[in-house]
């Protein structure tokens, strides 16, 4: 494709926005549309004077990539579930249709509410545009119910940005998942909104649409299975596992299609972006504790301790948090040993939330931004046992 | 003794590799010294403009170790002499006219055999080429008041468009021979030549080692075979430096013929020719077709430096490569598909197979970003060390991590191919050169 009239266009712009320009305090929004547009022709200064293709661009527009069928499934089932509790029998492009209108709102208010923070402390702090928001900006509107009001989402996304990335100076020096932080906001300041029954279909008034995990949880001495079977009879949704592994059921718009977050967890492994090991590692750590709180499910009155490990791994976010939150590689560890450490400790620590506090029946959210926190320290262990190793071999 | 086989590394396919490494001579009509370039010395020249020089008489010397000196690498006029900011003497220039050498006698076997450490470093110090031995840490010139720990010599050859050390060593066995003895009576400890395939020398422990880049780099192989520990200094010399003290040993006189290659995407005839030391880059590009507009690098493509035709071939560099400087920029090109001739990555994020031999542009592809850890520097660093740690050691200036970390063991050239594959286009090997100069500086 020859841009040639749009390249002039920009090469003709440039000058206003470079040192002495009419516009040079807006240079952050000319360099970063000029080179989403063409590829910049910066030249190595030094030795190594060959690069690598790949850039940061090319890595965080591969994530969004990933993202693309969990929004084609996500618009799909929300359509599915409208027409499911209408009543309604209707055809997959229906529900497409209907479910894109229904997410379309949520993702421009994103966007446009990510940029504008990006934008904004891009060109206040001198720092290039990163294109980290648009990986953000991808992920918030799978975490939320397709019925959150767009001006919660306006206001999580700009705390996710804001809080969760640009006070810490941008992407790569954030601490926490910015857009689990922006939805971690949304829970905690309008619970109503994000959690109950109510909000994960667009139901009509008074309607319950409940999630596989608030079906046991704070349930007593019942068999969570028999739970879910029992609500798959009395209600229209159908919480087998084969349908939940599917995504058939009500939830956040991107957390409910197993098999594409498979493949969206291959992809990115293959392509070599993502930790394999964080993956592998968070889904060993759910399935040992859950059967540890399986062993001890008969000493308690607790229904969320009968969970087995492959039903912990299809209800709710488990998936999707492990695939596209918990391998986010600035909030990770940074070190091999550290992301199987890291991953281990998140899966095992959503079971625990999972069971222990019903009123947080989705754990990872909460197990991915707390070893947030920890990961950290893991490298620090793991540095210093390389440390140790080398002080040995001196020591010869 | 155990062959080390190197799994970390890359080994780079470019296009425009000599293939063919039989060497062709080149003619040469000026050559030079950069004494810029050396690290840690502060060169005072001995010779002025104007000046006859012959082979081998010094021209320069360190005002910090007197007794180290520089050779010139040939006979004739000094014509300029180049200076930069602050007077640093940046070129030292000399055309070549007749072939007078300073030459010593040449020690007979007996006399070589008995000769002690001293006689021998006094020999090569005398004929100024001591600079050819380097050091780790730092690798800078060695100093000939240490006593190295051990001298590594790597006999395997793993840069890219880089000249066949294997075959140069078979080429001129008894040179090299003779070069092995004087380095050891260098050395209490032992000379470890290195190599793909067994060598038979004497004098010298062979280590077999394989693998990508940086297999053959000597701080690599130091690494795997014997650490380098704080407070140690090991030596090390180019294999086709070992060639030179064997001859100057042979002959009684410098004798300056070393093999470069010419390789990269803008060479029209990729060749391993005969030259010698400080040749300038117009001659040995005699044979090419300079067109479009390259970038000329003198040294290996990583870890060389920028040059124009009318610079000289560095001091320790054996390669001259010629890489496309023509950047376009793609429409969109963030989601193109890629495929095997337009991109180049060791991750799978473009459709390429990293399977031909590529035209790499001086295209940082991508600017500069806060690092995203994916492991792409620790995919190319065959070292226990762990690059991202001490990357941010460095930034802090913090020395005591610094050493904590293993930065005695690390030099820049190890960490090029981190440099090549990091996805936020962060120079590491430059950071670990900073970190080394503060080291060298403060510790």
């Known amino acids: 494709m020859k841009m040639k009239w749009l390249r002039n266009i920009l090469g003709k712009l440039e000058p ?14 000319f360099e970063a549309t000029d080179t989403i547009l063409f590829s910049t022709d910066e030249r190595t200064e030094s030795g190594p004077h060959i690069r690598d293709s790949v850039d940061i661009k090319r890595v965080m527009i591969l994530v969004v990539i990933s993202l693309i069928p969990c929004y084609i499934f996500g618009a799909i089932n929300v359509g599915y579930q409208k027409s499911l509790t209408y009543g309604l029998s209707t055809s997959w492009i229906d529900n497409l249709a209907t479910g894109f209108i229904a997410i379309l709102p949520i993702i421009a208010v994103t966007f ?285 | ?90 070129k030292i220039e000399i055309a070549i006219e007749e072939d007078k050498v300073d030459s010593f006698d040449v020690l007979s076997d007996s006399q070589f055999n008995s000769a002690n450490r001293e006689a021998i470093l006094d020999y090569i110090l005398n004929a100024n080429l001591f600079p050819l031995i380097r050091q780790r840490p730092f690798n800078k010139v060695a100093n000939p008041t240490d006593l190295p720990r051990d001298i590594f010599i790597s006999g395997y050859n793993t840069a890219p468009l880089s000249v066949d050390i294997p075959t140069i060593i078979e080429d001129n066995r008894e040179s090299f021979q003779v070069g092995l003895n004087a380095l050891n009576k260098l050395t209490d400890g032992k000379v470890y030549l290195t190599s793909k395939n067994h060598m038979e020398f004497d004098n010298v422990v062979n280590q077999m080692i394989s693998g990508p880049h940086p297999a053959g780099n000597v701080g690599i192989q130091i690494h795997h075979i014997k650490p380098l520990k704080p407070g140690q200094i090991i030596w090390t010399v180019n294999a086709q430096h070992v060639l030179t003290i064997g001859r100057l040993f042979q002959k009684g006189f410098y004798d300056p013929r070393i093999k470069v290659s010419i390789g990269g995407s803008g060479a029209t005839n990729p060749q391993v020719v005969d030259t ?33 035709t009318d610079d000289y071939l560095g001091f320790y560099d054996t390669s001259l490569s010629l890489i496309n400087d023509n950047v376009k920029r793609p429409f969109l090109g963030m989601l193109s598909i890629g495929s095997s001739s337009t991109k180049y990555s060791l991750t799978n994020t473009f459709f390429s197979s990293r399977s031909g031999n590529f035209d790499f542009t001086t295209s940082q592809n991508g600017e500069l970003r806060a690092m995203v850890p994916i492991n792409s520097w620790e995919k190319v660093l065959p070292m226990d060390i762990l690059p991202n740690p001490l990357y941010r050691a460095i930034l802090a200036q913090d020395i005591e991590e610094m050493e904590q970390l293993g930065i005695w063991e690390c030099d820049d050239e190890d960490f090029a191919l981190c440099s090549f594959a990091c996805p936020s286009k962060i120079n590491v090997g430059s950071v670990i050169r900073e970190g080394l100069s503060l080291l060298e500086r403060e510790g």
């Open chain 2, 276 to 308: 010698i030391f400080g040749a300038n880059v117009k001659s040995l590009l005699k044979n090419q077709d300079l067109e479009e507009s390259h970038r000329i690098v003198s040294g290996d493509i990583l870890t060389g430096v920028k040059v124009e």
């Open chain 1, 112 to 396: 446009i509410s990510g940029a504008f923070w990006e934008l904004l402390f891009g060109v206040v702090r001198k720092h290039p545009i990163s294109e980290g928001f648009l990986v953000t900006c991808a992920l918030i509107p799978l975490t939320l119910p397709p019925s959150i009001p767009l001006w919660q989402v306006a206001v999580a996304t700009s705390f996710g940005i804001v809080i969760g990335k640009e006070i810490f100076g941008g992407v790569g020096m954030n601490i926490f998942n910015p857009a689990l932080m922006a939805r971690a906001f949304l829970y905690f300041t309008y619970p109503a909104d994000i959690s109950g029954d109510k909000v994960w279909a667009l139901a009509p008034d008074g309607y319950s649409g409940p999630t596989a995990l608030s079906i046991p949880a704070g349930k007593i001495n019942e068999n969570a299975i028999n739970l879910l079977d029992r609500a798959s009879s009395e209600l229209i949704f159908d919480f087998s596992w084969i349908n939940m592994f599917m995504g058939w059921i009500p939830g956040s718009i991107g957390e409910t299609n197993k098999w594409l977050i498979l493949i969206g967890a291959l992809f990115l492994t293959y392509i070599g972006i993502t930790s394999w090991r964080i993956m592998l590692g968070s889904v060993v750590g759910m399935t040992i504790m859950a059967l540890i709180t399986n062993v001890l499910a008969p000493y308690s009155s607790n229904t969320m301790l009968t969970i087995p490990p492959h039903y912990h791994l299809v209800m709710g976010s488990f998936m999707f948090g492990t695939v596209f939150m918990a391998t986010e590689p600035v909030t990770a560890s940074h070190t091999d040993i550290g992301r199987w450490i890291y991953g281990i400790l998140i899966g095992m620590l959503t079971v625990i939330i999972r069971s222990i506090n019903p009123a947080y029946p989705e754990g990872i959210m909460l197990a991915v931004l707390l070893m947030n926190a920890f990961s950290p320290l893991i490298d620090y262990f793991v540095v210093q046992k390389n440390i140790k190793n080398r002080l040995a071999r001196y020591a010869q």
């Open chain 2, 1 to 90: 003794m155990k062959k080390i086989i190197i799994k970390k590394g890359h080994d780079l396919k470019i296009k425009g590799s000599p293939e063919n490494q039989i060497s062709s001579p080149i003619t040469v009509d000026k050559v030079a010294l950069s004494p810029n370039v050396f690290r840690g010395i502060k060169p005072k020249l001995i010779v002025n403009e104007g000046d006859t020089v012959n082979l081998g008489s010094p021209l320069f010397y360190d005002k910090l170790k007197p007794d180290v000196k520089w050779a010139s690498p040939a006979c004739g006029t000094v014509t300029s002499i180049e200076y930069g900011q602050r007077r640093v003497i940046k």
């Open chain 1, 16 to 29: 206003e926005f470079k040192n002495g320009g009419r516009l040079e305090k807006l240079a952050p929004i």
